[in-house]
């Protein structure tokens, strides 16, 4: 097939080669280097539905038989007959403002702090679904049921979910159902149940009434000594501090505390200015306090003036004397005599006037020099001395006294947001405790108005029936065929891709170019359709596609040597290699192709060229290689060099240096070497090919190739440090390949670096 193909290739391109030659060899960079995203969503995404592509036989064959045996078990299923009731459980519109309140005795409870498991805020559907399923209520119905029908017990009545019990939506309404072959059995098991859960309920409503009642009852005495303790509480509290009102007399206080304040500041300020007089004075007057004291008493004495004037002349007459006599002479000493009486007789006046204010140290004489009768200025600033030092210690005293009373106020203030605290405590203690007794008062009311009314809580609204027809039979369920036939579809499909995974993993091989990439991580360099599903234009087209991205693969330098080689044979490496040196030779390259397959030629059949002389024959000393060239006749620039004679030690010449030099020298003569290689598992022949290349072009051929084998070539590839190029993927179906073309597969890599296995 493949010789058949590159033959009905090679016709077409002798035909237009002339035609394309120029256009092909003007052809421009189409492939640009552009960053390679993967999405791993799409990815696993795409291996999932390329899976299912391959496998839906296997798929559809698996999910149609599990949902054909579903069907078959629901149609040969016995039939069962379903009746139903349903249950008011909470009354629709509320009976008065007292029956709208949560229940009573949960409330009283949250108000004391306690808890009352006998009440709740609500009925919880949940919780009251479980009682009315559980043996302690459902075993008295059971004994009733057993009278006729003995074989009913509890696990087939309840743990086999016979009989169902549900809420209807957010209603207040309870449905319960119950199944059995038996239609009477049904109806009766239905009667005797709603009977029961309606005396239920009913025992239930009185027993919770007179809970309420008795738990109220009990907490009322507690509550009434709790109220007139916090009361008496509060009133020695409000008269020990004299506290009417906390917010008033914190008022009050502030107000006081800023009159003292001012008070304060205006007694030191009078404090200030009388000491600054008292100091002016004393410096001006050069008298203490007890001395101006004395100055003004004695100013007032008029027989102490008297000697006091008298005392004068006779100091007067002494000095005028004793400008002509001696201190000795007599006239003097009778007016010193004079003067020493009178100022004896001036301090026995002093002493007598002002008595011990006059300081024994200080003569009255000596103290009062100074102050002459009539000096009525001296003795103005006198009495103002005498004035401010007295107001001195006034304003002291009144300084002292406002300080006092700032601190004593302080305190208080202090004390007061303590006794407010405690104060407000009590308040709020009074105030939930009478609360709690005001509503329990009230549920107390509240609890006797409902337990004289005697209503009867739940109320049958649907009662106990089967579906029946006009006839009035009883109409059996419906087997829900849809519903099975759905499930058992749904589970075919499940064990079908389950099927479908199991055949992937046995038959592991490469069934889209994603796959290799993914397996390998080498570079996509092209995808080649399959021959009878393609066009030969469009098969051209790709190879066209592959040799301009192998061109220009590296960035910097033109690609001029390469080995095509594959895993296994029968991957079409041959061909790939033959119409890539034919698309590379009509863009204008002079390209030589080579088969270095020394064990199994092919070139040579596929041209229809002779082999007498090739690669093994140019390998021997002294033999011209352009003798053993062949020239296409349809295709100037591209030069075939057959294999030769077949031989079997191939290896020796190919890692000879006699091919080296001449791989060396072809390179240098062509702008493309092309060396068709033997496969990579089993033999080494291209590993010693590679390192003297640009590198390796592996063919995988989709469909065929097995991951492992993939796998273990590239492996020997990093042994021998060869450069991989990429993979060209061989054989794509035809969606394959469209789908590649469309999301730009095959072009969004071109231009990366080359991976190397080092």
Known sequence: METEHSSSLISAQQNGSQKNGAHLQSLPLLYTAQPYESDDDEVELGQIFAIVRRRAVLISGVAVAVASAALLWALTRTPKYEGRFQLLVEPVVAESKLSRLPSIAAEAASLLGTTDPSQSAGLDYETQIEVLKSPKLMLPIIRQLQARYPDIDYKSLIEDEKLELTRRGQTKILEISYQDPDPQ???????????????????????????????????????????????????QFQERYNLVDPEVQGEQLATRANSLEEQQLKARTELGEAYSLYKTLQSQLGLRPNEAVVAATLSEAPRYQKFLEDLQEVEA??????????DDSPVIQDLESQRQNLVSFLNQEAQRVVGSNLSGKTPASQALSAQLPGDSLRLKLTEDFVEAANQIQVLRTRDQAIAQAGNSLNQRVQQLPFIVRQYTDLQRELKVASGTLEQLLLKRETLGVEAAQQDVPWEIIADPKLPRDQSGKAVPMAPKLLLY??????????????????????????????????????????TIPLSHQHNEPAFSEAFNALSTRIRFLNSGRLTRSLVVSSAMAGEGKSTVALHLAQASAQMGQRVLLVDANLRHPMLHTLLSLP????????????????????????????????????????????????????????????????????????????????????????????GKTSCSAATQAIEQLKTFHAQVLGFVANGVKQHTHNHLANNGYSTRKSGLETSRFN
Request: proline content about 4%.
């Open 185 to 235: 059995k049904v109806e009766f098991v239905l009667n005797q149940v709603a009977k029961s859960y309606l005396n239920y309920g009913l025992q239930e409503r009185q027993t919770n009434t007179g809970q309420g009642i008795k738990f109220v009852d009990q907490q009322l005495p507690r509550i009434r000594q709790r109220v007139n303790t916090l009361q008496g509480q509060l009133q």
């Open 317 to 326: 007459k002494i000095a005028e004397e004793s400008a002509q006599f001696r």
């Open 485 to 526: 036939l759905g499930l058992g579809g749904i589970l075919g499909v499940v064990l079908g891709l389950a099927a479908a995974l199991i055949a992937e993993q046995l038959n592991k091989v490469f069934h889209t170019p994603e796959d290799v990439k993914d397996a390998t991580g080498l570079l996509p360099l092209g």
């Open 611 to 702: 082999n007498s002389q090739g690669l093994s024959t140019v390998t021997e000393p002294n033999f011209n290689v352009y003798s053993a060239l062949q020239q296409l006749p349809y295709l100037n620039n591209l030069s075939v060099l057959t294999a030769g004679q077949a031989t079997g030690n191939a290896t020796a010449v190919l890692g000879s240096r006699t091919m080296q030099s001449l791989m060396q020298q072809l390179q240098a003569e062509f702008d493309l070497v092309i060396y068709d290689s033997p496969t990579l598992i089993g033999y080494t022949d291209a590993c010693l090919l590679a390192p003297n290349t640009d590198g390796v072009v592996f063919v995988v051929k989709v």
